[in-house]
């Protein structure tokens, strides 16, 4: 069995129907809990969390935001910990890039 990664998600963009298309395609890819929709002005954000093995799924995360709309506001932030191998991970989607966080600190 596998080490489960768990990664705390928060996602926020001014389009509700972008927000929710995230949404459906993480609860397909991965084992969601927690989904917590929630709007601050004109600005729809999601918390959530979801589970993947051994660290934070870069590659299919890059798919997943690849199928979006080019141009878009969609702000992630991704915290991943699994402590059993001492891992921590700290992901940035912005500009429809992803950024790796810690390794941008060295």
Request: hydrophobic share 35%.
């Amino acid at each position: 069995m596998a080490n489960v990664c768990t990664n705390r998600l928060f996602l926020a963009t001014k389009s509700k129907q972008l927000r929710e298309k995230l949404i459906e395609m993480m609860c397909e890819s991965f084992y969601c809990s927690d989904v917590n929709e929630f709007d601050s002005g004109e600005v729809f954000n999601c918390e959530m969390i979801f589970d993947s093995q051994w660290t934070f799924p870069k590659e299919k995360m890059e798919e997943l935001t690849k199928e979006l709309p080019e141009e878009n506001d969609l702000f992630i932030r991704v915290v991943s910990e699994e402590f059993q191998n001492e891992y921590i991970g700290f992901h940035i989607y912005t500009d429809g890039e992803w950024c790796d966080k810690l390794a941008d600190r060295h």
